[in-house]
Nanobody, 117 residues
Framework: VQLQASGGGLVQAGGCLRLSCKASGAITSVFNSKAVAWFRQAPGKQRELVASVTRVGTTNYADSVNGRFTISRDNAHKKAYLQMNGLKPEDTGTYYC?????????WGQGTLVTVSS
């Protein structure tokens, strides 16, 4: 399974972005059988979990984004989304999606989010 994330960009603090992740190379049932998560990696730091959504839609968020970010998925189209509101400079980084909790799909290039103060 290959993953393509998109939707990143440069935004001022307090702004919003919506990230999309498209899974290709897998049949729908494979995508639907897995929880999906968004991860991010800031410059010089390790990749960290941002949010996850189970195959039935149960969500979980890192404390740092809880209340500001919303993860969702579209199983029919093998997509996942991350709505990011109230962005802060510390949200800057490259965002990736993968299955969860043991990422096993091919990591894509990710999408860069830059939040200016």
């Amino acid at each position: 399974v290959q993953l393509q994330a998109s939707g990143g960009g440069l935004v001022q603090a307090g702004g919003c972005l919506r990230l999309s992740c498209k899974a290709s190379g897998a049949i729908t049932s494979v995508f639907n059988s897995k929880a999906v998560a968004w991860f991010r990696q800031a410059p010089g730091k390790q990749r960290e979990l941002v949010a996850s959504v189970t195959r039935v839609g149960t969500t979980n968020y890192a404390d740092s984004v809880n209340g500001r970010f919303t993860i969702s998925r579209d199983n029919a189209h093998k997509k996942a989304y991350l709505q990011m509101n109230g962005l802060k400079p510390e949200d800057t980084g490259t965002y990736y999606c993968n299955n969860y909790p043991d990422p096993s799909w091919l990591w894509g290039q990710g999408t860069l989010v830059t939040v200016s103060s």
